[in-house]
């Protein structure tokens, strides 16, 4: 294994300058930055492999195809699922949820039954339910935080004999903590519901293991983890998939067609119309390697020992608040926090000047922004990349944005 | 940029002042102007009488350059006719998109004239722009 320490060194974007000051990326929970090894990768498929898979008998489609297939069969070892059925290659998380939502959600619920999700949840794990549910006329109910950012007590019986559907986040983008997996997944298959995962939070930073979580759907983002941005990882269980049809319609997920009618392709091939976007399957492969070759136990250890480092200093600053679970231990490499009376995007713009990029505004969770009576925040996220120092300087420009704002203190 | 060159005084000041910031006893059109990928919200009210913008105020939550762009908005607005004022609103806009760049024909603008910088970057101009599209919407009803 590698030393995570100088897993910075293979990152070209950290050696960029942003007004006049050295880049420093604490943006890693919106997209992840792409090591060499995993750009050499995509660049050499691109000029010297580049087909289009399943396409053809000639070598580059079948090179393609090879490449193609050899991600799938990574990613199954990736996430210990069973084996190629249960992985269906998409563009995002977002996409995979769709897929979920139109393909199952909207097969398979009706008036009456429930779908149950937290308040935390991405728009991507909630609006697709707001629209399962108006169109099914099932019921989106949801499961509510105390302060702290863990389920109250209680919530959890909301999953009931009436519950289809249960949904939520590995871990949240804004919280940076992780829900109660294995208890509300327990609860939910003890009463017959469905269980997706929501991972794109989760996968980049821990080790992921589908046999051992036992949710029925899982979905992922390869651009969260240092491959490109536009391919993501739907997984689902074999015999859950196999009931479903298809989500897009097209060339390579058909079996026989004629002028009416037409006979549909296998799994996985099923949920993959048109040509797919083989070159960041290329990447996601490349960037699997890449984490292992440090070990995602390490990465997930190393990001405590980030946390547990800026947290303490973060909440040592006056007017500063931290959104949720201030124990270290509970945080995985994202920090949401506000700054009294002054508004997230003023202090990204400020943390910019200084070449600090973080993220500010709702993440794409306005019911939790709404349930906190917190509009919008800022929110740093870590990754291996990070250094101490990039805290460091991080937590300095920090401390003078209500200066630069014209508050006294 | 220097970010005391992006947050003036001049902008401080109007973030801070409250003197815009309230609801209007009465009015007669209200607009509600959202940034969704940013979450500023603003409600825009004015109350027109015989073509006259007599009142305006504005509420709602956004950063500094977005307040700071509604209360100024709002002082040169205010007395304006509604020609008038869509006008300005155009000139504003113009000078955000760096169609109208001559000093002494923005200076109608006023104080407004210190979010000229806005125009430099891509990720603020949306939030200095928000209360001048609302009020476009509300002068056209």
Same mark, same amino acid.
């Given at each position: 294994m590698r030393p995570i320490s100088e897993a910075y060194k293979d990152f070209p974007i950290l050696k960029r300058e942003h007004n006049g000051h050295r880049l420093i990326y604490l943006d890693s929970g919106a997209t992840a930055q792409i090591p060499q090894m995993v750009a050499d990768r995509v660049v050499n498929h691109m000029l010297y492999h580049n087909g289009n898979p399943? $396409?053809?008998?000639h070598i580059l489609a079948i090179e393609a195809s090879e490449a193609y297939e050899n991600a799938r069969e990574r990613v199954v070892e990736f996430i210990n699922a $069973?084996?190629?059925?249960?992985i269906i290659f998409t563009r995002n998380s977002t996409e995979s949820m769709n897929l979920i939502a139109y393909s199952y959600g909207l097969n398979n619920l009706q008036a009456g039954d429930k779908i149950v999700i937290t308040v935390a949840e991405h728009h991507a794990n909630l609006v697709t339910w707001q629209f399962v549910a108006n169109k099914t006329g099932a019921t989106l109910e949801y499961m509510y935080l105390d302060e702290s950012g863990h389920l109250k007590d209680?919530?959890?019986?909301?999953?009931?004999?009436?519950?289809k559907i249960v949904a939520f986040a590995?871990?949240?983008?804004?919280?940076g903590m992780e829900f109660p997996v294995k208890e509300l997944t327990d609860k939910a298959h003890s009463v017959g519901a469905v269980v997706v995962l929501d991972g794109a939070q989760s996968t980049p930073h821990m080790k992921v293991d589908m046999q051992e979580l036992d949710c029925d759907f899982f979905v992922f983002s390869g651009h969260k983890m240092c491959a490109s941005q536009g391919i993501g990882v739907l997984y689902g269980k074999r015999a859950l998939l196999e009931a479903m049809p298809p989500f897009l319609l097209g060339g390579?997920?058909?079996e026989y067609v004629k002028e009416q009618t037409t006979t549909f392709n296998e799994l996985p091939y099923k949920f993959e119309a048109g040509t797919p976007n083989a070159d960041g399957a290329v990447a996601l492969h490349a960037a699997m390697d890449y984490l292992d070759s440090f070990g995602m136990d390490a990465i997930e250890a190393y990001e405590e020992e980030l946390v547990a480092y800026v947290l303490p200093k973060l909440m040592d600053i006056p007017h500063v608040h931290v959104i949720g679970s201030t124990n270290a231990k509970e945080k995985h490499g994202v920090i949401a926090f506000t700054v009294d009376d002054v508004h997230p995007h003023d202090v990204a713009t400020i943390l910019d000047s200084k070449g600090i990029c973080v993220r500010s505004g709702h993440h794409c969770a306005q019911p939790l922004g709404a349930f906190y009576k917190v509009a919008a925040s800022t929110r740093l996220s870590m990754y291996l990349y990070t250094r101490k120092e990039d805290l460091d300087a991080f937590l300095d420009v920090l401390k003078t944005v209500r200066t630069v704002m014209g508050f006294e203190d | 940029m220097e970010m005391d060159q992006l947050y003036t005084e001049l902008i401080l000041e109007h973030n801070q002042d409250?003197?815009?910031?309230r609801e209007l006893a009465k009015f007669t059109t209200s607009e509600h102007g959202h940034n969704p990928s940013c979450g500023d919200d603003l409600t825009l009210q004015i109350d027109v009488e015989d073509g006259i913008v007599k009142d305006a105020a504005y509420t709602g939550s956004g950063c500094a350059i977005s307040q700071a762009s509604a209360s100024m908005m709002i002082d040169i607005v205010k007395g304006k006719s509604v020609e008038e004022a869509l006008r300005l609103v155009e000139l504003f806009l113009g000078m955000i998109k760096k169609d109208v760049t001559d000093e002494a024909e923005l200076e109608e603008l006023e104080d407004a004239?210190?979010?000229?910088?806005?125009?430099?970057m891509p990720a603020r101009v949306k939030c200095a722009v928000l209360a001048w599209h609302t009020l476009k919407e509300a002068l056209k009803k």
């Open positions: 399943h $396409r053809g008998s $069973r084996e190629r059925e249960e209680g919530e959890i019986n909301k999953i009931d004999e009436y519950t590995h871990v949240s983008n804004v919280l390579d997920m058909i | 409250k003197r815009n910031k004239m210190a979010l000229q910088n806005i125009s430099n």
